[in-house]
């Protein structure tokens, strides 16, 4: 079992992009979440997908969208970068009903120039 | 709104030495996660803490829930220099949703 994977590990965007994260979910999870985690600080729950649908939502603009697809992986998307996005992003799965806890991604470092 | 406070936020100890970090959180849960982090990875799940009175060991590393104090405990014993890393706990902000609340986080530096 591969666990939960994310590509890419990590990116350098210029600000006013916008970027696309991936993330596959563990064998068996059907439940996708995502956390924004800048430097010196904890992980910031930004949403949760499931049945392909936005299920809950944390504080975060709407340049912060989110999908995800038939086979569970989701992608998190931003838009007009801003230097402030810069942040390891995590990627969390569970089996809704079934875990205990999440399991969480290795993450990817996004960095706004 | 559900808040997750650490203490203390930084922690330099000597080795051998033992000591306790501090988790409060402001509303009822009883799910309660300890994660590990080392500088530039992810986080590695330390204990898992689902009713009152949870106690849970491994290696030097002890944890524990109060849910009626709203408060949980990570204990550490006779510290080594491994420890070192930032330590969060998280909580559910409604059992069984997984949308986790971390705290600040604690930074510990064990001294050889």
């Known amino acids: 079992d591969a666990g939960v994977t994310q590509s890419p590990t990590h990116l350098i965007k210029t600000r006013g992009q916008q970027v696309t994260l991936r993330c596959s979910p563990k064998s068996g999870h059907d439940t996708v979440s995502w956390y924004q985690q800048a430097l010196g600080q904890g992980p910031q729950f930004i949403f949760q997908y499931y049945e392909e649908e936005e299920r809950q939502r944390g504080n975060f603009p709407d340049r912060f969208s989110g999908h995800q697809f038939p086979n569970y992986s989701s992608e998190l998307n931003v838009n007009a970068l801003l230097l402030g996005d810069s942040a390891l992003y995590l990627c969390?799965?569970?089996?809704?009903?079934?875990?205990?806890?999440?399991?969480f991604g290795q993450g990817t470092r996004l960095t706004v120039v | 709104e559900l808040k997750v406070e650490q203490n203390p936020l930084f922690l330099s100890m000597q080795e051998g030495k033992n000591y306790t970090i501090y988790c409060n959180y402001s509303t009822t849960s009883d799910r309660l996660y300890w994660y590990r982090q080392d500088p530039g990875k992810s986080l590695e799940s330390l204990f898992v803490?689902?009713?009152?009175?949870a106690v849970k060991q491994e290696g030097r590393l002890m944890a524990s829930l109060d849910t009626k104090a709203r408060l949980s405990t990570l204990h550490i014993t006779a510290a080594v220099h491994d420890l070192s890393a930032t330590y969060f706990c998280a909580v559910d902000k409604a059992s069984g949703t997984y949308k986790y609340i971390f705290g600040t986080g604690t930074r510990l530096k064990v001294l050889a």
């Open positions: 969390a799965s569970t089996g809704l009903g079934q875990d205990t806890e999440a399991f």
């Open positions: 803490l689902l009713s009152n009175g």
